[in-house]
């Protein structure tokens, strides 16, 4: 396998594990591309739609799917026997899922993870767990993919930028070759942590750029709140030992402008329907799909607590999700911290 490999459709077998937005959306990409892709989905109802109606109308509505596109639910027939297994679940059942293919998979299958979030409790990041659960993968088989890309401009084919992050560059360089298209452009990185901190992260910053919205606060206020949220990013990862180049890229300041600024992002809208006075549980009532970065917030928090990093952004947002805090003291609390320089030492 090499970075530069050409990609022969009909010899690379691949399986997409989970059939919410994102992984539909990448899934049908790669079927369109020409992979027959074998495709795992939890609800009956979703794969009868697919198989009868080539669509996905629970999760991704409007977009016709490929007929190289195999939805089962039998988990155990997308992950063995394949080259290449993607996984795109909400990051708090990483682990439940990641271990029913435990034990499926040959030390040649490359596995990555394309869902955000840090696991609470652990603090692993996806490929954390990955390499946990799945111990017969060798870590050089391991990836990540992540970016500023929403599900729907995908299906949709709108240019689109992302990263794919492996330790090992023919890894990384293998999936590059594997997702690109003439509108989805993918770039190579080796700091897989890096990569998923900021798609972590810059989910729970969505939620705070949510609520500046839902206060009507002004561009202003968002625009100071994006970049003290990517410094906040940035000093978590060098902490953890992340390239701080990493946060300048696709994954980092790319995923967090998208994330906080777009109306398809789950975590904004979350945010905002905070700020105009919602409550949480009310709000997540009423979604079907999930918004990473109520759950990260908890992680966060706790990690960031645990090695001793300064995260008042994301520390706020905790307070207020799990302890009632209310956005308008938040918000003081963020504006009348001692004065400091802007740029870290670090």
Known sequence: MSSNCEIEVNKIKIGVVGAGSWGTALANLLAKKGFKTDFWVFEEEVKKQIEEEHEN????????????????????????????????????????????????????????????????????????????????????????????????????????????????????????????????????????????????????????AGIVDGLGLGLNTRAALITRGLAEIRRLGIKMGANPRTFSGLSGVGDLLLTCTGDLSRNHTVGKKIGEGKKLDEILSEMRMVAEGVKTAK??????????????????????????????????????????EEIDSI
């Open 299 to 340: 992680s966060v928090y706790n990690l960031s607590m645990k090695i001793g990093v300064d995260m008042p952004i994301c520390h706020e947002i905790y307070r207020l999700l799990y302890e009632d805090l209310s956005p308008q003291i938040a918000v003081t609390r963020l504006m009348t911290r001692d004065l400091k």
């Open 57 to 208: 109308k629970v999760f991704l509505p409007g977009f016709t799917l490929s007929e190289n596109l195999v939805p089962t639910n039998d988990i155990a027939r997308v992950a063995s026997d394949k080259d290449f297994v993607l996984i795109v679940v909400p990051s708090h059942i990483m682990r439940n899922v990641a271990g029913q293919i435990s034990g499926l998979l040959s030390e040649k299958t490359i596995v990555a993870s394309a869902s955000k979030g840090i696991e609470n409790g652990t603090h692993l990041t996806m490929s954390g767990i990955l390499a946990e659960v799945l111990p017969e993968v060798p870590a050089d088989h391991l990836a990540v993919l992540s970016g500023p890309s929403f599900a729907k401009e995908v299906a949709a084919e709108v240019p689109t930028a992302v990263t794919v992050a492996s330790p090992n560059s023919d890894t990384a360089g293998f999936l590059q070759h594997v997702f690109s298209t003439p509108y989805f452009r993918a770039y190579t990185s080796e700091d897989m942590l890096g990569v998923e901190l900021g798609g972590a992260v810059k989910n729970v910053i969505a939620l705070s």
